[in-house]
């Protein structure tokens, strides 16, 4: 089992590996007690969907992307650590 503090440095991690991408307008990390999931999350919104840097850059940091909502001109994902 991962140690809680380590998971949290890791999506923070992918927080700020993702904010350095021109198209991430907001990527937000919320711990276990804060979200509606059991896990580290990450909320990421583009303004054009999942490009390879956006999953290199999750998949480095272990996330697993558990959901991925289309909306009128931005794209969100949810990853979970």
Known sequence: MTCPRTTGNRARAAQAALLD??????ADVLDPAEGIR???TLDLVTD????ADHL???????ACVV???????????VATF
Not at 56 to 62: E, I, S, V
């Open 56 to 62: 290199t850059a999750l998949a480095k940091h272990g």
């Open 21 to 26: 991408c021109d198209d991430v307008l907001a």
């Open 67 to 77: 959901d991925v909502t289309p909306r009128a001109g931005a794209t969100r994902t």
């Open 38 to 40: 059991p896990a580290w």
């Open 48 to 51: 054009a969907g999942l490009d």
